[in-house]
């Protein structure tokens, strides 16, 4: 048996779970906001230095 807050703090829980795991979907679907994150960036592109 379990305690009566057990139920609504699961359901909370799933819904953070799915929540997080769709905005990181979305957010990796997404492109790079600025030329900052790019890969020739990230390598030490003589801009950014």
């Known amino acids: 048996m379990l305690p009566g807050w ?10 953070l779970l ?3 795991l769709l905005l990181a979907l979305v957010l990796l679907a ?7 994150f790019s890969v020739s960036a990230l390598a030490g592109s003589p801009s950014m230095r």
């Open 18 to 20: 799915v929540s997080s």
């Open 6 to 15: 057990w139920e609504p703090a699961d359901l909370v829980l799933v819904l």
């Open 30 to 36: 997404l492109p790079p906001a600025t030329k900052f």
